[in-house]
C-alpha cells in the first residue's frame, strides 16, 4: 500500500509540475507579445535577439523552480503537512546531484564532443523531409544577428544555462519520480521522450531524442546528474561553435571537428580509466546510488 501510494504521489508530483510549466510558457507568450506591441516590431518575423534572450532568461530558472514548489505542494497535499515523503532524500536526491567519478565527468566531455554528430545527420534529413528548418533556423540567426552583447548571452545562455536546469529538470526531477515506479530503464525511457517533446519542434524534437538517450544512460551509470550536464554543455557549445563559425552541419568540415575532438578526448579517457582504475569503474563498489534503488 505505501508503495502504491508513493508511486501515486510520483504522478501527481509530475502533473502539478506539467500543469506549472504550461502556465509558466502561456505567460511567457503573453509577455513576449506584450514586448513586441510595446516596442511596435512586426508580427510574423523572426524575434529579435533581445527577446530570445529575456524569454529564455525567465523561462529556464522557472522550470528549475518549480520543482521545489511541486514538491512542497504535493507533499502537503498528498502526505501531509508533517510528512516529508515526497522529497524523502532531500533536494540533491531530488536534483540527482551527487557526487560523481571524475572518469565520468571527463566521460561526459568526450561524449557530448562524440554523439552531436548524429542528431545533426537526422536533423538535416527532417529539415529536407518536412522543408522547414524549423526552430535551429530560429536559433542560428539568435546567434548571428543583433548586438554581439545580446548574441553572447543567448550563447550563454545555450552553452550554461540550458544544460544545468534542463539536466537538473529531466535528468534530475523526472528521472527521480519515474526511477520509483518504472525503474531506471523506465526512467531512460521515459526521460528521453519528454526532453525530445520539450523542444516542440518536428526537425529539432527527433534529433534531440538521440542526445536525450545518451544523457539518460550517463545518468543512469554514473548515478549523477552532473556529467550529463557536462555532456550537454559540451554538446551545445560545439553546435554554437559550428553556428557561430558559419559551418554547416552536414559538411565533412563538421564531422571531421566533431569526430577528431570526440575520437580524442574518448582515447585519453580511456587511457586514463585504464591507468586509475585497472579493474573497470565497477570497482567503485558504492557506485551508481540507483543501482540499489
Known sequence: ??????????????LVFSVGWGTVLFGLGLMAFGMLL???????????????VATTGVQLPAMVALVPVAQLLVGWLWYGPRQRAARPQ?????????????????????LGLLVGWLPGLLAESLR?????????????KALTEGPAVW??????????GAPLAEELVFRGFFWDTTRR???PLGALIVTSVLFAAYHLDPVQSPATLVTGLALGWLRWTSGSVWPGVLLHAANN??????????????????????????AACLLGLLGLLR???????ASDAAWPPDATA
Do not use: K
Not at 1 to 14: E, F, H, I, Q
Open 237 to 262: 557549445a560545439l553546435g554554437v561553435g559550428l553556428v557561430v563559425l558559419a559551418v554547416e552541419a552536414e559538411s565533412d568540415v563538421a564531422l571531421a571537428v566533431v569526430g577528431g575532438l570526440g
Open 38 to 52: 510595446a516596442t511596435e516590431q512586426p508580427m510574423g518575423g523572426p524575434l529579435p535577439t533581445w527577446l530570445v
Open 151 to 160: 548574441r553572447v548571452l543567448f550563447a550563454l545562455e545555450i552553452c550554461v
Open 181 to 183: 515506479s518504472a525503474g
Open 275 to 281: 591507468r586509475r582504475h585497472p579493474d573497470g569503474l
Open 128 to 140: 529536407e523531409l518536412v522543408g522547414s528548418e524549423g526552430s535551429l533556423d530560429f536559433i542560428a
Open 90 to 110: 532531500g533536494w540533491t536526491g531530488v536534483f540527482g546531484a551527487w557526487p560523481a567519478p571524475h572518469a565520468f565527468w571527463a566521460l561526459g566531455i568526450a
Open 1 to 14: 500500500m505505501a508503495d502504491r501510494r508513493g508511486d501515486l504521489g510520483a504522478l501527481w508530483l509530475a
